[in-house]
């Protein structure tokens, strides 16, 4: 799956699934796990041009990361 680029990048402030990887330091087939075992919130959005994808927030990332 292509994550946000210009052409369709995610509303402000939220982040990508690839970030979000980046940021944990995994991959993002983990992210997209834990969101779908719902470990991790996010919203799915629809941007031009892609399909739909997952978007976090920060706010969100920060309560994953300390539990």
Not at 4 to 18: E, H, I, K, T, Y
């Amino acid at each position: 799956m292509k994550d946000a680029q210009n052409d369709g990048a995610l509303p402000n402030g939220l982040r990508s699934v690839f970030e979000v990887a980046q940021i944990l330091g995994v991959n993002p087939e983990s992210v997209r796990r834990y969101i779908r075992e719902k470990k991790l919130h996010a919203t799915k959005v629809r941007t031009i041009g892609l399909r739909e994808q997952w978007g976090v927030s920060d706010a969100d990332l920060e309560a994953f990361r300390g539990r």
